[in-house]
């Protein structure tokens, strides 16, 4: 049955070496293969961007990670809440990278810069301004005492600075989906 030209065990036309065949060869699955991943990551800007924003996500969540992590085991220890809202503030300097890394990525792709450099500007004076409040009143050294309206401006404003560092949280996470996406 060789002669014949056909398969003797599966009855369909032998090939022969070089002809081409319906499956790819390896050499062609390994160009597509790196094709795809070259499409998907886009070009250069965009891979660039998504590094950017990825990194300040993850920066910027560690901060409130941290803080809901020792909530959770200060409140089962303690048999009531404890949550220490001072840990974005005190981890100010990740916050501030993953700032910068995020307004990168969002001005390198072009996408959400008003919104991430809002969000950011907006956190850090809610910052300063409840640290300027507190040396000024003479909260910070223990001058007056911890209560009345300067106390709750105070906390107010750093419960504000720790949502907003959430939301820019959440935007870094969006820029991060967009960015992937329209690659």
Not at 49 to 61: E, H, M
Not at 90 to 105: D, H, M, N, S, T
Not at 150 to 178: F, K, N
Request: proline share 3%.
């Amino acid at each position: 049955m060789r002669e014949s030209g056909l398969d003797a065990k599966r009855d369909r036309p032998q090939r022969r070496r070089g002809e081409a065949t319906g499956s790819p060869s390896a050499e062609q699955v390994v160009r597509l293969a790196s094709k795809s991943l070259i499409c998907n990551w886009g070009t250069g800007r965009q891979r660039a961007g998504l590094i950017c924003a990825v990194t300040g996500t993850v920066l910027l969540w560690i901060p409130i990670g941290l803080m809901i992590v020792t909530a959770f085991i200060g409140t089962l220890s303690a048999g009531r809440l404890l949550m220490d809202y001072f840990m974005p503030a005190e981890l100010f300097f990740l916050v501030l990278a993953g700032w910068i890394l995020l307004l990168i990525g969002s001005l390198v792709t072009q996408r959400m810069r008003i919104l991430v450099a809002a969000l950011g500007g907006a956190a850090f004076v809610l910052l300063f301004a409840s640290q300027l409040t507190a040396v000024l009143s003479g909260l910070a050294s223990g001058a007056i005492p911890a209560e009345g309206f300067i106390w709750y401006l105070v906390l107010g404003m750093l419960i504000l600075y720790d949502v907003l560092v959430i939301v820019l949280g959440v935007a870094g996470i969006r820029l991060s989906h967009a960015v992937k996406t329209a690659a």
